[in-house]
């Protein structure tokens, strides 16, 4: 009997589903925004609205991202195997490892936001919308801790989703493999 994915009437899936799309995509507004953001807060003078403002804005993105990384988990454990991998031998492993660890490092970062905001003892709120209540207690006296961690993390996978975007990049219009047309929306493809 003959292979359904390789038969003429049922090709393999070369693109990923919207949902998948949408997820990487949204994955990526929120990481350069949140980066941002701190960024330009960093450069702001303490206690100004505006600093003020950027880190209430950080928070409710943060939190944003949580749902989005928890989501996108879920779906993607939900439809795993449902594509072919874009390359094979060490680049697979490659991609899959960076993947994998730009996703631990993403649930990383979200706790680390979440602890050290805990322990400055502030509460998260989500665009003033409702707050996230302390799940437990954080001791204040780790707050510079976490907030350095969070930083490392921050620069981390800023490095890392770079790489990403250039070795995309470099698949696309060196390779000519075309990588890049598989996160595209259909309409574009």
């Known amino acids: 009997m003959a292979n359904p994915d390789t038969s003429i009437t049922s090709r393999p899936r070369m693109h990923y589903d919207h949902a998948t799309i949408a997820f990487h995509w949204l994955t990526a507004l929120?990481?350069?925004?949140?980066?941002?953001?701190?960024?330009?807060?960093?450069?702001?003078?303490?206690?100004?609205?505006?600093?003020?403002?950027?880190?209430?804005?950080?928070?409710?993105?943060?939190?944003?991202?949580?749902?989005?990384?928890?989501?996108?988990?879920?779906?993607?454990?939900?439809?795993?195997?449902?594509?072919?991998?874009?390359?094979?031998?060490?680049?697979?492993?490659?991609a899959k490892l960076v993947h994998m660890v730009l996703y631990i490092l993403l649930c990383l970062q979200v706790v680390l936001g979440f602890l050290f905001r805990w322990a400055q003892g502030e509460p998260l709120t989500f665009f003033g919308l409702f707050s996230i209540p302390h799940f437990f207690t954080v001791d204040p006296a780790m707050r510079s801790t976490f907030g350095e961690m969070h930083n490392l993390v921050a620069w981390t996978i800023i490095v890392l989703a770079g790489l990403h975007a250039v070795a995309a990049l470099m698949h696309h219009y060196v390779l000519k493999d075309r990588v890049l047309v598989r996160m595209r929306p259909a309409a574009r493809r």
Not at 37 to 51: F, K, V
Not at 61 to 86: C, E, K, Q
């Open 30 to 94: 929120l990481v350069v925004g949140l980066f941002a953001s701190a960024q330009i807060w960093n450069q702001l003078e303490r206690g100004t609205w505006l600093r003020k403002d950027l880190q209430s804005i950080h928070i409710s993105f943060g939190i944003l991202l949580a749902v989005t990384i928890v989501l996108r988990i879920v779906w993607r454990i939900a439809n795993r195997g449902d594509l072919p991998p874009a390359t094979s031998g060490l680049q697979e492993i490659a």
